[in-house]
C-alpha cells in the first residue's frame, strides 16, 4: 500500500493565488521529497527534506514537515500557468529499503 | 550535463513476450532507480541499483528484474508480459540513491497488446 497520501486530489486556483497541498505518510521517515510532473517535462524533483527539518525554502516553494502528525505541506506562492501540473511528495521509510509515492495532487491554474 | 535518457521512448508488446528497457543516467551518478506508473496505482517503485548491485526493491514479482553496468547504465527486463504491465516506465538517477535528490527520465511508455 502507498504511505503517502496528497490532499487535494486536485486543485483549481487563478493565476497570482497561492496553492497548497499535503501529504500524510504512515511510518517514520529519514525523508520527504516533492515532485512535479507534467507532460512537457516529466518528473521533476522540486524539493527534498530531512526529517531532522521542519521547513524548508526554494524560490517560491515552501514545504513544512511534521514528523509528529506525519504530514507535510508543499505551498507554492503566486502561482503561474506554467506551475499547471501533477505534484507527488514521495517518501523513504527507515525500516524499509522502500521509496513510495502519493497518488498526487493535480493543480490547475488558470490564467 | 546530459540528463537521464531512456530507450526505447514507445514499445509495442503483445502477451507473453518480455521486454528490455534501456537507461543511461548522469555522467558520474552511481545509483539507478525504476518506477512503474500506472493511471490505477501512480507511481511505484521497482528496484534500485548502485554500482552494479540491486540496493532496494520494491513489490514487484519475479518477472521484473533488472541490472547495471559498470558504467552505470541500467537496463530492466519484464519477462511474460501481461496486459497490466502496460505502463510509463521511469528510471532515475541519482550520485547517492534514493535518500537523495532523483533525477528522471521521459520514461518509456509500454504498451501490451
Known amino acids: 500500500s502507498q504511505q503517502g497520501e496528497e490532499d487535494p486530489q486536485a486543485l483549481s486556483i487563478q493565476e497570482g493565488e497561492n496553492a497548497t497541498m499535503n501529504c500524510s505518510y504512515k511510518?517514520?521517515?529519514?525523508?520527504l521529497q516533492w515532485y512535479r510532473q507534467n507532460s512537457g517535462r516529466g518528473l521533476v524533483h522540486l524539493i527534498l527534506i530531512r526529517s531532522n527539518e521542519r521547513e524548508k525554502h526554494s524560490g517560491r516553494l515552501r514545504v513544512t514537515l511534521d514528523t509528529s502528525k506525519k504530514s507535510s505541506s508543499l505551498l507554492i506562492t503566486a502561482s503561474r500557468a506554467a506551475d499547471t501540473a501533477s505534484y507527488f511528495c514521495?517518501?523513504?521509510?527507515?525500516?524499509?529499503?522502500?521509496?513510495?509515492f502519493g497518488p498526487g495532487t493535480r493543480l490547475s491554474v488558470l490564467p | 550535463k546530459a540528463g537521464v535518457t531512456q530507450t526505447p521512448r514507445y514499445l509495442i508488446k503483445t502477451r507473453g513476450q518480455q521486454v528490455t528497457l534501456s537507461c543511461s543516467p548522469i555522467s558520474g551518478h552511481r545509483s539507478v532507480s525504476w518506477y512503474q506508473q500506472t493511471p490505477g496505482q501512480g507511481l511505484q517503485f521497482l528496484f534500485e541499483y548502485f554500482s552494479e548491485t540491486q540496493r532496494n526493491k520494491g513489490n514487484f514479482p519475479g518477472r521484473f528484474s533488472g541490472r547495471q553496468f559498470s558504467n552505470s547504465r541500467s537496463e530492466m527486463n519484464v519477462s511474460t508480459l501481461e496486459l497490466g504491465d502496460s505502463a510509463l516506465y521511469l528510471c532515475?538517477?541519482?550520485?547517492?540513491?534514493?535518500?537523495?535528490?532523483?533525477?528522471f527520465g521521459p520514461g518509456t511508455r509500454l504498451t501490451v497488446l
Open positions: 532515475a538517477s541519482s550520485p547517492q540513491g534514493i535518500t537523495d535528490t532523483q533525477y
Open positions: 511510518t517514520s521517515i529519514n525523508n
Open positions: 514521495a517518501t523513504d521509510a527507515i525500516s524499509g529499503q522502500n521509496f513510495v
